[in-house]
C-alpha cells in the first residue's frame, strides 16, 4: 500500500509570495491533517480536513488555509510568506479523527 | 489545553545500554498516546499507539508503557540505527469540539558503536 505522498518536496520563495503544497493521502483513508515543523517549536498542528470540510484548526494566522477535494487529497496555501514561515510543512493521514495518522515526507519551505 | 512534555531533551548512550525515555502529558479526553520515530529531513514513522493505562506494547528493541500521567518509551540493548528522534503525540479534544493530536518536543538519541 502506498504511503503518504507530498509534493514538491523542497521549495525556496521569497517574502511576500504565495505557496501552495500538495498531499496525496493512503488510499481510502478520508482524514488529512497538515503540521508545521521548525526545530523551536517542534510541530504544530495547522487544520485537519475529513471529507471536503475542515473539522479542526491550530492557532495559525488566516495566512494559511487549505482544502481538501472529492478524493481525499488535500492542499494547504500560505499567502504574504514571512520569514518566519521558514519550516517543514508535513501532511499526515487516517482513516478518521480518531484514528492513528501515517505521516509523509514533507514539504521543506525556505523563505528568503 | 493538551500538553506532552517528553524528556530528556537529547540522550547519547553505547551500543548495548539500555534506557528510557519519558513522556508525561496533559489531555482532554484521552483517546489514544502514540510514539513515532523521526530521522533527519524525514517525517515521523509510526511506531506505537496506546489506549489505557497498563497497556505495553513492544516491537524489536523498544517498549512503550503507559500511565494515567506518562509514557515510557524502553530501548533495550540499542544499536546505532536506533539513533533519532523519538516523539509523543497525544490525541485528545483539547479544549475544542474535535480530536487533535498534540506533540511533545521530542528526544534526540544517539547511539555510538
Known amino acids: 500500500k502506498a504511503g503518504v505522498t507530498q509534493t514538491p518536496r523542497y521549495l525556496i520563495k521569497t517574502r511576500g509570495q504565495q505557496v501552495t503544497l500538495s498531499c496525496s493521502p493512503i488510499s481510502g483513508h478520508r482524514s488529512v491533517s497538515w503540521y508545521q515543523q521548525t526545530p523551536g517549536q517542534g510541530l504544530q498542528f495547522l487544520f485537519e480536513y475529513f471529507s471536503e470540510t475542515q473539522r479542526n484548526k491550530g492557532n495559525f494566522p488566516g495566512r494559511f488555509s487549505g482544502r481538501q477535494f472529492s478524493n481525499s487529497r488535500s492542499e494547504m496555501n500560505v499567502s504574504t510568506l514571512e520569514l518566519g514561515d521558514s519550516a517543514l510543512y508535513l501532511c499526515a493521514s487516517s482513516g478518521g479523527s480518531a484514528d492513528t495518522q501515517y505521516f509523509g515526507p514533507g514539504t521543506r519551505l525556505t523563505v528568503l | 489545553e493538551d500538553q506532552v512534555t517528553q524528556s530528556p531533551e537529547a540522550l547519547r548512550l553505547q551500543e548495548g545500554e539500555s534506557s528510557s525515555l519519558n513522556c508525561s502529558y496533559t489531555v482532554s479526553g484521552l483517546r489514544g498516546l502514540f510514539w513515532y520515530r523521526q530521522d533527519p529531513g524525514k517525517g515521523p514513522e509510526f511506531l506505537f499507539t496506546l489506549y489505557s493505562a497498563g497497556e505495553e506494547k513492544e516491537k524489536e528493541r523498544l517498549k512503550a508503557t503507559l500511565t494515567k500521567k506518562e509514557s515510557f518509551l524502553h530501548i533495550t540493548a540499542p544499536k546505532p540505527e536506533d539513533s533519532a528522534t523519538y516523539l509523543c503525540?497525544?490525541?485528545?479534544?483539547?479544549?475544542?469540539?474535535?480530536?487533535?493530536?498534540?506533540f511533545g518536543k521530542g528526544t534526540l538519541l544517539t547511539v555510538n558503536p
Open positions: 503525540a497525544v490525541l485528545g479534544i483539547g479544549g475544542g469540539s474535535n480530536y487533535k493530536l498534540t
